[in-house]
């Protein structure tokens, strides 16, 4: 049995935020009704071609899977259930946001096995909120997390952001201190980018590039103060008993996001529903991203028609099969995301040559310059390479 990921995207908001370019939007319960019923026939489409496989990790992403109500998201997990072996361990997580939940859900989402929730507040400050174009203030997270916890999970995370417009450090002390208090399981904290396509790209585009440039910005915070608020996020959710095990990830007691290391560690995945990527046997495919085509691929294969596709499923709209030298570059830029980096015995087990004969004076230089350490066999970033994340990972390009 091969252990996988399975990743279900859920393309549904209530609103768009204004910085938002994930693969989401605002569509009626009808609209939410057939779209399940497609990604439950393309459940079964996956799992029909991926046999002998064991789901270790399930992750439900959106969009806002919490907006769908609670028997569209039993449907889907019994689908997965029905299809796939599961690992009685798996780690079942659910992305949430904050006034999209009620006793009753949480109490279905329970008893379908779901044993982690992620919950987007981002910022505790509730001007910030508006700005962000978000649905919900600070006490509407509140009464959430309330909800979350008298429901019985005892995993949790909660997503907050760090450069946001007019964001000091007093106001980010504000949501650490707000946050922290609560004791979740699990903290993401994550820069704002402004995304092309986006309302906030045609606010502060200009703003950003100055960002970029060192120069001085009006409503972004500068380079200099963005990295001042990431450090202090760093430091002050490592006081407060948060380890860092990924650049913008903390857990306490180790409850690490299980399914996301795995992403790290190149655990085959695949994904289902719109505009989702897979990784199995080194092929890597992405999902077609016109709802509309979904599930009408999805109708045609419960009406018993397979549509045509040159690919190797009606539902791809890529697939790419990744070279050893694609596999070596993806293990070095995800791994080292990690903060306790690769292992060298991973890399060999895996590609049947030694990490220093691929990588050897690119891995000397980085150690002189700084960037890197290693230590019982692993390699990492020191915290001035994760610093410099970007350049440093570069250096794994292989035609470089
Ligand atoms: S809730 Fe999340 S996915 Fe939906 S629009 Fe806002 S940021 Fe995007």
Redesign the pocket.
Do not use: D
């Given at each position: 049995m091969t252990p996988i990921e399975l990743y279900i995207h859920i393309p549904f908001?209530v609103?768009?935020?204004l910085?938002?370019d994930?693969l989401?939007g605002v569509f009626d319960e009808k609209m939410q009704r057939r779209y399940t019923a497609a990604l439950c026939t393309e459940i079964k489409f996956i799992a029909a071609t991926h046999p002998n496989c064991i789901i270790s990790t399930i992750y439900v992403g959106?969009?806002?899977p919490s907006w769908l109500s609670e028997d569209l998201m039993d449907a889907i997990i019994t689908t997965v259930k029905e299809c796939f072996k599961i690992d009685p361990l798996a780690e079942i997580s659910v992305e949430c946001?904050p006034g999209t939940l009620s006793a009753e859900k949480l109490n279905v989402y329970r008893s379908i096995g779901i044993n982690r929730l992620s919950i987007?507040l981002q910022s505790a400050n509730d001007d910030e909120l508006k700005e962000l174009g978000?649905i919900h203030d600070y006490n509407r997270f509140l009464h959430t997390f309330d909800l979350v916890r008298k429901a019985g999970f005892d995993n949790v995370n909660v997503d907050i952001m760090t450069g946001l417009p007019h964001q000091n450090i007093t106001k980010l002390e504000k949501t650490l201190n707000s946050v922290t208090m609560l004791r979740p399981e699990h903290i993401s904290a994550y820069s704002l980018i402004i995304e092309k396509g986006t309302p906030f790209y045609e606010k502060y585009r200009f703003d950003a590039v100055k960002q970029q440039a060192g120069m001085e910005t009006e409503e972004l915070p500068t380079d200099e103060e963005a990295y001042r608020l990431y450090k202090f996020t760093m430091e002050y959710l490592e006081n407060k008993g948060y380890k860092r095990y990924e650049i913008s990830n903390y857990a306490r007691n180790g409850k690490i996001c299980r399914h996301n290391v795995g992403y790290w560690d190149r655990v085959p995945y695949l994904g289902v529903g719109l505009g989702s990527a897979s990784l199995f046997d080194n092929v890597r495919t992405t999902n077609l991203r016109d709802i509309y085509k979904y599930v009408e691929i999805s109708e045609a294969i419960d009406s018993g028609t397979i549509p045509s596709s040159e690919l190797s499923s009606p539902y791809f709209d890529s697939e790419e099969q990744l070279s050893k030298k694609d596999a070596m570059e993806e293990f070095m830029f995800l791994g080292l995301r990690k903060i306790e980096g690769v292992a060298r015995s991973d890399f060999f087990q895996m590609f049947g040559i030694d990490i220093e004969a691929i990588y050897g004076p690119i891995i000397t230089a980085l150690r002189n310059q700084g960037f890197m350490e290693a230590k019982e066999g692993r390699l990492y970033l020191t915290d001035i390479g994760i610093d410099v994340s970007n350049q440093v990972l570069s250096k794994f390009l292989l035609d470089k």
């Open positions: 908001c609103k768009k935020c910085y938002c994930f989401s959106g969009g806002t946001n987007g978000r």
